[in-house]
T-cell receptor, first 114, second 112 residues
Framework: DGGITQSPKYLFRKEGQNVTLSCEQN?????MYWYRQDPGQGLRLIYY???????QKGDIAEGYSVSREKKESFPLTVTSAQKNPTAFYLC?????????????FGPGTRLTVL | DAKTTQPTSMDCAEGRAANLPCNHS???????VYWYRQIHSQGPQYIIH???NNETNEMASLIITEDRKSSTLILPHATLRDTAVYYC?????????????FGGGTRLMVKP
């Protein structure tokens, strides 16, 4: 079955540690996105990538980094520079750059920094 | 992209139609209306989108007013599994990066 996988579902880290969240898709989608969601809030865009080896900052990129070495993978690193990293992180992908294409979301990773 | 306004929460009886309103009074001619929903602790799910004509699919119907300043998402026979947060999003055709901007959404509670 095609889809987006994120792992792990729950992640705990100590303050000051970098952590990398995995996002993989087998939908052959060109574009991939990372969003952050805080309790009771909507999603906010962190980074997005429209093509391999290229990515752009979203609204809240500070303290995060990404890479897009393969079409199917878009890992997100939460660095120690992110002041409040505890949140629900969602990865999404879409086919090409056609504006009306729907975004497909993964199940999310809940990160807790202790 | 134009901003949207939605009620914070709504209740609906199981089996009845759920009508979720969205105000987008500053929408421009090249902006579409999209609806996504998010069941608790899951990723959002696409429901439907439209420009100016009413749209229907297997999940819902989208009614857009003639002046396009507001729209209503209709779930014709709500079930308990439709309990979720529903997001109304307006997106332009020239939206670089094909990004979505999520507001607070409407928390729909379907009750037995």
């Amino acid at each position: 079955d095609g889809g987006i996988t994120q792992s792990p579902k729950y992640l705990f880290r100590k303050e000051g540690q970098n952590v990398t969240l995995s996002c993989e898709q087998n939908l052959n989608h060109d574009a991939m996105y990372w969003y952050r969601q805080d309790p009771g809030q909507g999603l906010r865009l962190i980074y997005y990538s429209q093509i391999v080896n290229d990515f752009q900052k979203g609204d809240i990129a500070e303290g995060y980094s990404v890479s897009r070495e393969k079409k199917e993978s878009f890992p997100l690193t939460v660095t120690s520079a992110q002041k409040n990293p505890t949140a629900f992180y969602l990865c999404a992908s879409t086919r090409g750059q056609v504006f009306y294409n729907e975004q497909f979301f993964g199940p999310g990773t809940r990160l807790t920094v202790l | 992209d134009a901003k949207t306004t939605q009620p914070t929460s709504m209740d609906c009886a199981e089996g009845r139609a759920a009508n979720l309103p969205c105000n987008h009074s500053t929408i421009s001619g090249n902006e579409y209306v999209y609806w996504y929903r998010q069941i608790h602790s899951q990723g959002p799910q696409y429901i439907i989108h439209g420009l100016k004509n009413n749209e229907t699919n297997e999940m819902a119907s989208l009614i857009i007013t003639e002046d396009r300043k507001s729209s209503t998402l209709i779930l014709p026979h709500a079930t308990l599994r439709d309990t979720a947060v529903y997001y109304c999003i307006v997106r332009a055709t020239d939206n670089a990066g094909n990004m979505l901007t999520f507001g607070g959404g409407t928390r729909l509670m379907v009750k037995p």
